[in-house]
């Protein structure tokens, strides 16, 4: 595909070859998403630190994560509609210098309190960064090429991915947590001054006229606040608690309230006639999908790697990234065969990878060794490398510039919801299955131990420490790792008693527990899996190529029909006559 474009007269049309820059203008885009990126995955190493340090709790603590995922949430379709309105460059630059500015207060945050507030800022600098650089990315290339470009996009996103948990655990263990956040001062820097020279001033002739709705951002903002409040929170503060249900009817009342003043008031924030567009609509919604998958699918990964087989989070970081190293391989790739036989296969046969990689990942049990694990993730490596890309690059050549965007925002709003959604589904899954498992693997280890243990006191003294240790663990949000290795950690060892016989006792103990609490996992991946394999329905509806439904959100359906039959037959080389 090429697209035309006037040539000198008297003389023919040329190929649209894009911006003279383009491929200049994708390296400092993407340099600027992978910094925030970059600080998505990069913090959850080293929460631990940060809790010893700054002396806070575990739930303090988890609002290091939630307050940057509530602000992107809230903001991403904001930050598009501002875009659109008064140019994507200055709303990009805006977002990087917003980012790194917190990204140095995050370093010198004196307490929690402190350092949540300025991870909200980074939220806000974050949501602007990511939103705005596919538009820009789509802007600088010729429709022939978008696919690659947003192959590469996504490649480079997909490196943030990997580099930041191991480069996290790097720079806790051998600095100090707050490098974790400093890192993002030079990249910053260097990414402002960079684009400020790099990427044109004028994004796309067309931009939307009007002024900025503000009462949609309002409506938009407060919907997704309380629907992702509600998800973060509803396992600590109870899914039948007034406060979530509260939420919950405020985020549902939000969504036709929204709608109603979109399709109202004289300058909308997302114009409703976008969700004509078949393939937009159609890769929204995949994309939403495949982000429930994605969402609890690492932090459950984390988890097994920890508590059933006792990796360190640094060696589990490690474990994990043949995930996006393939990602990486495979997205560029993925992007050059968008652009040869379109977006709707490779986006299938990504969430297919998803579904395949997420059962098999249901199947591992307590004597899983490291290579059972990889290669199984290395079916959702190639699935994020398929789908990923592919679903951003159908949802956004199918708009036309001036709305690119609030269409990239509404595309990252949908990833975030699902992923969200999927964080808290499976949390809710697996925190419902493990407790019933350890009550279970309890009963049967202290029946173990009434069996193999002979003296009454010492078969007394090691049950009430097998009892207080899992009483401990189910308590401490998290702390199974104890159960699976130590289970008999501070049994009280009577004079004369076998150290080799408590041993093995203890080893007997822990593998009870490592394969009651493996068996917890299933059910969250299976779930995941579901999402992924709901995705492929939308995926295949993407379009036969890149931009198959663009305009078609001005046209009737009967209009819409024969535009597409049209592209259809000149693809088969049979054009349609008109009669």
């Known amino acids: 595909m090429t697209d035309p474009v006037p040539a000198a007269p008297g003389g023919p049309p040329t190929a649209d070859e894009g911006h003279p820059r383009k491929w200049w203008i994708l390296i400092v885009v993407s340099f600027g998403m992978f910094m925030a990126l970059l600080d998505v995955t990069i913090v959850n190493i080293a929460m631990p630190a940060i809790i010893t340090d700054l002396d806070a709790t575990l739930s303090q603590a988890s609002w290091v994560l939630n307050s940057y995922n509530l602000v992107l949430a809230v903001f991403f379709l904001s930050m598009g509609r501002v875009a659109d309105r008064y140019g994507q460059k200055r709303v990009f630059i805006f977002?990087?210098?917003?980012?790194?500015?917190?990204?140095?207060?995050?370093?010198?945050?004196?307490?929690?309190?402190?350092?949540?507030?300025?991870?909200?800022?980074q939220g806000l600098g974050g949501a602007a960064v990511l939103t705005i650089s596919l538009a820009i990315v789509l802007g600088a290339f010729p429709k022939r090429q978008q696919g690659t470009a947003v192959g590469i996009w996504g490649a480079l996103g997909t490196a943030a991915a990997a580099v930041g948990p191991v480069l996290g655990g790097v720079l806790v263990t051998y600095g100090h947590w707050s490098w974790i956040f400093f890192v993002n001062v030079p990249i910053g820097i260097v990414a402002v001054v960079v684009c400020a020279r790099i990427i044109p001033r004028g994004e796309h002739k067309e931009r939307v006229e009007g002024g900025i709705d503000l009462p949609g951002m309002v409506i938009s903002g407060a919907g997704l606040f309380c629907l992702t409040l509600a998800l973060v929170e509803g396992d600590t503060w109870g899914w039948t608690s007034a406060t979530v249900i509260a939420l919950f009817v405020v985020a549902v009342v939000s969504f036709p309230?929204?709608?109603?003043?979109?399709?109202?008031?004289?300058?909308?924030?997302?114009?409703?006639?976008?969700?004509?567009?078949?393939?937009?609509t159609a890769a929204n919604t995949a994309v939403?999908?495949?982000?429930?998958?994605?969402?609890?699918?690492?932090?459950?990964?984390?988890?097994?790697?920890?508590?059933?087989?006792?990796?360190?989070?640094?060696?589990?970081?490690?474990?994990?990234?043949?995930?996006?190293?393939?990602?990486?391989?495979?997205?560029?790739?993925?992007?050059?065969?968008?652009?040869?036989?379109?977006?709707?296969?490779p986006a299938a046969a990504g969430a297919a990878c998803f579904a395949i990689g997420l059962a098999l990942l249901a199947q591992l049990g307590g004597d899983t060794q490291l290579w059972d694990v990889m290669w199984r993730v290395a079916f959702i490596g190639v699935g994020m490398g398929l789908a990923m890309p592919t679903l951003s690059a159908a949802s956004m050549a199918s708009l036309p510039p001036k709305v690119r965007g609030v269409g990239s925002g509404s595309l990252n709003t949908m990833r975030q919801v699902g992923f969200t959604v999927g964080v808290a589904l499976l949390v809710a899954i697996f925190t419902h299955t493990v407790a019933q498992n350890a009550q279970q693997a309890t009963k049967t280890s202290v029946a173990v131990i009434a069996r193999t243990v002979p003296a009454p006191a010492l078969k007394g003294a090691y049950t009430a420490t097998l009892i207080k240790n899992a009483k401990a663990s189910a308590g401490s949000g998290g702390g199974a790792a104890r159960m699976t290795t130590d289970p008999l950690q501070g049994a009280p060892q009577p004079p004369g008693s076998s150290p080799a016989a408590f041993k093995k006792l203890n080893t007997l103990v822990a593998g009870i527990y490592r394969d009651d609490i493996a068996d917890s996992f299933q059910w969250p991946f299976y779930a995941a899996a579901l999402a992924a394999l709901i995705a492929i329905i939308p995926a295949l509806m993407t379009g036969r190529r890149l931009g198959e439904h663009e305009g078609h959100q001005d046209m009737t359906r009967s209009e819409r029909l024969e535009a597409v039959g049209r592209a259809e037959a000149d693809e088969a080389g049979a054009p349609m006559i008109d009669e």
């Open 95 to 121: 977002g990087l210098v917003t980012f790194t500015v917190f990204s140095l207060l995050c370093g010198f945050a004196p307490n929690i309190e402190w350092l949540i507030a300025f991870r909200a800022g």
């Open 288 to 345: 939403m999908f495949v982000g429930l998958a994605m969402g609890g699918t690492f932090l459950m990964l984390v988890l097994f790697l920890v508590s059933v087989l006792g990796y360190s989070e640094l060696r589990s970081a490690v474990a994990m990234t043949i995930m996006p190293i393939l990602a990486l391989i495979v997205a560029p790739n993925a992007g050059r065969m968008n652009d040869r036989i379109g977006p709707r296969f």
């Open 257 to 280: 309230l929204f709608m109603w003043w979109e399709t109202s008031t004289a300058s909308p924030m997302f114009p409703v006639s976008l969700l004509r567009i078949r393939s937009f």
